[in-house]
């Protein structure tokens, strides 16, 4: 397999710039998982490396070649889209020896990549079946099969489980799991599910109206985002995000107020803006704790959803703050109940009042 390499890729349509000057390393063997909203640039982005839209300013490389004006047949890609796209009128067979079949290979390389991928993607028994005869998770793993058996250098995924229910989503995620483990596969798959990219990335990249707004490793990132913007995208239920005051500051801690409330947490950086300081406090609501030991932050409860393993509880805090904590199982608390709120402390985020995350 082999690394790719943008430097300060730029896509314009007409006067209007989408893909604002990204840089992004893949190593060899990578699984990057490009995220963000919808049109965010992530499937622009995957069809610039691919060739399938034209860079109009930046260098792409893939092995260190630099493949610009390359078609697509010339990158050493292959892409696997959200449409399966396979010929209805071929077997499964001819499907995904298609490919091949154009490259010119001998009737032996077909045969034999072809029926090496079946059985990696357990679809020997289908082999002459027509596509209107399989699930959709079959087809899916056709498609991926028909990338498979040319032996890409780079691998791309453009939201490939997006038109499967949940239960195939699931079973297919384990799939690719284990094919990229198996290939040790250079890949890249944009997706807006975050569960994928959590649990199939070795490497995420979220991008925010056609910007890089961090990269890093999947739990790097949801525990220690660059922004609020990424502190909010990542994670379901998202981050809360509550706007505080800096005060007082010493021994390592400093107090955030919310209104009349103070909050004590750990400084992680060098130093502690100055007091008054207007400043956005994060925390994830698995790590608010309701009526617990040491509970101090006064609250009402507003809604409950019980989830069966777990429960979500929608809380306003006597400063007019909205939190959002998760428990275990079902609640024992209901709408209107006043509590007290514990959060753990070593789990707050600060960010500057435009966003940014506070860093020493």
Known sequence: MSNVQLKDIRKSFGNFETIHGVDLTINDGDFVVLVGPSGCGKSTLLRLIAGLEDITSGELSIDGRRVNADPPSKRGIAMVFQSYALYPHMNVFQNMAFGLEMAQATKAQIEAKVKDAAAQLELTPYLTRLPRQLSGGQRQRVAIGRAIVREP?????????????????????????????????????????????????????????????????????????????????????????????????GEGRIV????????????????????????????????????????????????????????????????????????????????????????????IRLFDAKGAALKG
């Open 153 to 249: 250098k780079v691998f791309l995924f453009d939201e490939p489980l997006s038109n499967l229910d949940a239960g195939l989503r699931v079973q297919m995620r384990l799939e690719l799991a284990r094919l990229h483990r198996e290939l040790k596969a250079t890949t890249v798959y944009v997706t807006h599910d975050q569960v994928e990219a959590m649990t199939l990335a070795s490497k995420i990249v979220v991008l925010n109206s056609g910007n890089v707004e961090q990269i890093g490793a999947p739990l790097e990132i949801y525990n220690e985002p660059a922004n609020v913007f990424v502190a909010t995208f990542l994670g379901s239920p998202r981050m809360n995000i509550v706007p505080v005051v800096a005060g007082a500051a």
């Open 256 to 347: 955030l107020k919310s209104g009349d409330i103070g909050i004590s947490a750990p400084l992680r950086g060098a130093g502690a803006p100055p007091e008054g300081t207007a400043l956005q406090m994060g925390i994830r609501p698995e790590h608010i704790t309701i009526n617990g030991a040491d509970a101090d932050v006064p609250g009402m409860v507003e809604t409950i959803e019980n989830l069966g393993e777990s429960h979500l509880a929608y809380l306003r805090l006597a400063s007019g703050a909205a939190l959002v904590a998760r428990g275990d199982g079902a609640a024992t608390i209901t709408r209107g109940d006043m509590v007290k709120v514990k959060l753990t402390d070593t789990a």
